[in-house]
């Protein structure tokens, strides 16, 4: 594997479009392309793309900057962590010293650290499965459930003795009982004594969505309690944010624009196994808005495959008015009572799991029925009650629409008045904040005038020329521009590194229409001197008026000598070019 010793070189390693591609499906529009943008919901593309320059803006959320920036965003990770996203892409690795990163004894360091420290028990706890007397029952059982050495392998999966051993063994690889502890693996007990967590339990390695070990979650074989066992959370564990499998799956979650929800690690295992290729397990607790947030990078429509029971129908419901805060479309796959998708996979067989996941119900259709089968419609109380059991999900549907046709559905149901169920959820609506349509944009678009930008990319295509122009302008000038601290870092022969300032050259690079030509370029220095030359003229003016009024002649003199400079300098970028 090569090196790279700046971001720079790496960046010239990489076509940006087609790293944006993997994101973004984009549309070539001369030299920039176009798509809708992965940072909110939309229908009318607003995101861009500069084939020149790579950089990105979205026109719609306002978020932009270079490639470096898309992916921390999209991928929800550090500038370190996109630097290595982006380095494994091109197959390279980054110089120690080429990137800006944190220094050490920072909690990114120490992140860092624990990662590491996990993925020796990752391999501790592999090799435990392959070779530990004990483990004969673990590899028993995932014969039972169709799990080979392949399917092992697949997904890491590994063994915790009973007798413990892991402390050991990261001793030898210099890591301490306390570093261990901080990672989720062990318990300090009385007199200073270690203990480990995860004891004669099928261990599944968590990770995080760039394929990184952040924790585990144990099974249990026997009668032991509880009888899944997650990490707590660590600096580098937080469930809210970690949906399991999401680093095996994410590229087809994102090709398809879909992804299939289920609850469990087996779950996860089966799906997947069954040809579900963009399908994602919770950690085995109520879904998190965190990770709805984390689904919505790279879905537009969430699939609940949840279990057939009482738990799966009430985990359900719960999830629907998470995942449409985030813009989500959702849609139920029904089984028959008591299975999960496991079970169904086993007794039905793949394609018939998968077809039950395709055919999935929009989730509105099938809480109405649900709901109207529990309901008794005969009564006036029985059909409130049928309306209030709907109503959490109606106010949760963000485009207000479809929250329209779907009380209209419920009223025609229920035999209800629709004006009485609009006005019902109006009432209830008060005080509460409806879910928005995906995120909300975080910043403003910049307002740059076009005299500006095209300054701008004067440096950028003319860098001698443009620096000259950039310098005819003046301190003065150069302060008072809304591109001012670029034009110097550019001026300089630097690019920016600030994000705002990679952001502002992004909206340029994308929002700027007109033909790039020195000529033009110099047109645009002329037409802000005179703006300023002429904005001079109008203060002196008031200032001469003012000292008339005051009978300050010496000063007007002098005013009006100043005027006579400024009129001069207005005729000579009259006649001649800057």
Known sequence: MGVVQSIQELKGLLDPLAVYGEYVRLTRRGRR?????????????????????????????HRGGDLLRFVQ????????????LLASRAGVTLASGGARSAPAGTGQDRKELLRKLLAAAERYYRAALKAEPAAGAVRAYLVRRGLDAAAEEAYALGYAPPRGGLLAQLAKEGFKPG????????????????????????????????????GFGGRALGDDEPKYLNSPETPVFLKREVLFGLCWTKEAIRRRGRAVLVEGYMDFVAAHRAGVADVVAGLGTALAQGQAALLARYAKEVVLSYDADAAGAAAAKRAVPVLLGQGLSVKVATFPQG??????????????YRAAVDGAAPFFR???????????????????????????????????????????????????????????????AKGQKVPAAGAAPAEKAPEVPVNEQMLVKGLRRFPEEGARLAAALGPELRGKLAVGPLLERLAAGAEPEEPAQVALLAFIENSCHETVTVEAVRAA??????????????????????????????????????????????????AARP
């Open 366 to 428: 099938h809480l109405v029925e649900q709901a109207q089968g529990e309901a008794v419609l005969t009564s006036v109380e029985g059909r409130v009650a049928f309306l209030d059991s709907l109503a959490e999900f109606l106010m949760a549907v963000p485009d207000p629409l479809e929250r329209q046709e779907h009380a209209r559905e419920v009223a025609g149901r229920a035999g209800l008045d629709p004006n009485q169920v609009l006005r019902r959820l109006a009432d209830a």
């Open 73 to 84: 965003e999209a991928e929800g990770c550090s500038f370190a962590e996109a630097l290595e």
């Open 339 to 352: 299975k999960d998708p496991d079970d169904c996979v086993r007794a039905a067989g793949a394609e018939a």
């Open 525 to 574: 220095a002329r037409s802000l001197q005179v703006a300023h030359l002429t904005e001079r003229q109008r203060r002196i003016r008031q200032q001469i008026e003012d000292a008339s009024r005051r009978h300050d002649h010496g000063l007007v003199q002098v005013l009006n000598r100043e005027m006579m400079a400024v009129l001069d300098e207005v005729r000579s970028l009259g």
């Open 33 to 61: 392309s176009t798509g809708l943008c992965p940072f909110h919901k939309e229908k009318t593309p607003s995101f861009s793309v500069d084939g020149e320059t790579g950089l990105f803006y979205c026109f719609g959320c």
């Open 179 to 214: 570093e261990a502890s901080e990672a989720g693996l062990v318990l300090e007990r009385d007199r200073g004594e270690w203990g480990e967590r995860f004891r004669n339990r099928l261990l599944f390695p968590i990770r995080d969505a760039m394929g990184r070990t952040v």
